[in-house]
């Protein structure tokens, strides 16, 4: 998710799950031609496993990026074809490109030649007002040919016209029915639902008929709800002790990027959720995003929050 599954997020969540598949953030391949390659793509071995999705429609660029991600480490590529923005529309890819299957298929055969690791495909299951199944089956369909074996289901249609991306999140209406439809003309493929996933239970359901479930938002903002899922889809307990111990995981890893350059002030935003529904959380919220404390130590912070969390806020005075 653009702004918010960076790699320190992504290690954050980590923390809180062994199994589950991270993804980063839609990175073009315009910024990998002609930006900084190590930005984009750096991210800690801990991570693992870690998918870099694309944004992209070009197949030689795509390929070219492709190549890259698998020599930087990742363990799946995966095309964007379910970002309505219009600056994605202008760059003719993300959701738009579901009207060109053809397009995308070759898209994935190039990326399938130039790596050893699944190239797969997050999408939507309609543009605009096509509610039809049959276009997302075919989509699926002609895509499945060129070698992709994963798809990702966002289970609502994207509105390229009068919604903005953030609308297009709530605003089409969620159609479970229609991916597990595509379970069901598929079996072959691995198909992942997505969208409107909050509960465990949901999660189970779904699951009931598809092969995987991709939890965005959920997962963001109340990070401690993925802790218990490990245990419940996976067969093992998940890593994390207790938010306690997440928490002083975070400051180490945090004493690290600041070692390298990096504040923990950008770090710790992605961690805000950990104690939501928890006495003093907002207390606890508040020391970690109090931008006077952006020159201490990541150390100091944590004591400040955690001292906030056992009682009223203290009077912070600037570094
Ligand atoms: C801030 C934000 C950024 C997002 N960026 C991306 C992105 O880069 N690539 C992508 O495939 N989906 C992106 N999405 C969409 C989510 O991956 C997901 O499909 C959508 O939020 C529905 O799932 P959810 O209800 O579990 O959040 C983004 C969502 C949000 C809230």
């Known amino acids: 998710m653009l702004d918010w599954t960076d790699r ?27 930006g900084n390659v ?23 660029e795509l390929a070219h990026a492709a190549r890259l991600g698998r020599q930087w480490g990742y363990d799946e590529i995966n095309l964007n ?54 276009f997302v089956r075919d989509f699926v369909g002609t895509v499945a040919e060129a070698g992709c074996r994963v798809f990702i289901v966002h289970a609502r249609n994207a509105w390229l016209q009068g919604l903005s991306p953030k609308e ?31 509960h465990e239970d949901a999660v189970r359901q779904a699951l009931a008929h598809v092969d995987g479930v991709m939890v965005g938002r ?12 490990d245990a419940a889809f996976f067969g093992e307990p998940g890593p994390a002790a207790d938010r306690d111990a997440v928490e002083e995981a975070m400051v180490a890893y945090m004493e690290r990027q600041q070692a390298l350059g990096t504040g923990w002030y950008g770090i710790a935003r992605h961690m805000l959720g950990l104690r939501n529904g928890q006495p003093g ?26 001292a906030a969390l056992a009682g009223p806020a203290l009077d912070v005075q600037p570094a």
């Open 168 to 198: 297009n999140r709530d605003v089409p209406p969620l159609r479970y029915e229609l991916v597990y439809q595509l379970k069901r003309e598929f079996p072959q493929l691995t198909i992942a639902i997505n969208g409107g996933f909050t």
């Open 281 to 306: 959380a907002r207390r606890w919220r508040q020391a970690w995003s109090d931008h006077r404390m952006k020159d201490r130590s990541a150390r100091e912070v944590w004591a400040v929050a955690r």
């Open 81 to 134: 074809c379910g970002c309505p923005s219009e600056r994605v529309q202008r760059g003719a890819f993300g959701a738009c490109l579901m009207a060109e299957p053809q397009l995308v298929a070759d898209c994935v055969k190039a990326m399938v030649d130039a790596v050893d690791i699944p190239v797969t495909v997050k999408h939507r299951i309609g543009i605009d007002r096509v509610e039809r199944y049959e």
């Open 38 to 60: 190590p930005r984009h793509l750096d991210f800690d071995a801990a991570e693992h496993p870690v998918a870099l999705q694309l944004g992209g429609s070009d197949t030689a």
């Open 218 to 229: 959920e997962a963001y903002h109340n990070p401690w709800s993925i802790a218990a899922w």
């Open 8 to 34: 320190h997020c992504r290690f954050f969540h980590r923390l809180l799950s062994r199994h589950a598949r991270l993804y980063t953030e839609m990175v073009t391949t315009g910024a990998l031609l002609h």
